[in-house]
Nanobody, 118 residues
Framework: QAQLVESGGGLVQPGGSLRLSCAASGFTFSIYVMSWYRQAPGKERDLVGTIFTTGGGTNYADSVKGRFTISRDNAKNTVYLQMNSLKPEDTALYYC???????????WGQGTQVTVSS
């Protein structure tokens, strides 16, 4: 069965960095569009960024452009989120999502907590 497992979250000071990982299993990772979402307490889940299947093209929410980078390693079935220059407003539960294009196949991880605080 399909599974996504996030890791790498934690507590970091403002201006610091973290790298999140999302390990996938149970499906053909390379053909899925991978995204990171986040949800702060009392707020909706928002898209952080997406990496596509062909050519590794990416797009990002305006709030993280220039600070966050998404990458994928299809040989390891893993997607990453490198987060630099972290701000307190980046504090949230970060989720990994896999979506097969032109289908309803859509998977979510359990989330990893990122807290940015001094």
């Amino acid at each position: 069965q399909a599974q996504l497992v996030e890791s790498g979250g934690g507590l970091v000071q403002p201006g610091g960095s973290l790298r999140l990982s999302c390990a996938a299993s149970g499906f053909t990772f390379s053909i899925y569009v991978m995204s990171w979402y986040r949800q702060a307490p009392g707020k909706e889940r928002d898209l952080v960024g997406t990496i596509f299947t062909t050519g590794g093209g990416t797009n990002y929410a305006d709030s993280v452009k220039g600070r966050f980078t998404i990458s994928r390693d299809n040989a390891k079935n893993t997607v990453y989120l490198q987060m630099n220059s972290l701000k307190p407003e980046d504090t949230a539960l970060y989720y990994c999502n896999a979506k097969r294009p032109l289908s309803n196949w859509n998977y979510w991880g359990q989330g990893t907590q990122v807290t940015v605080s001094s």
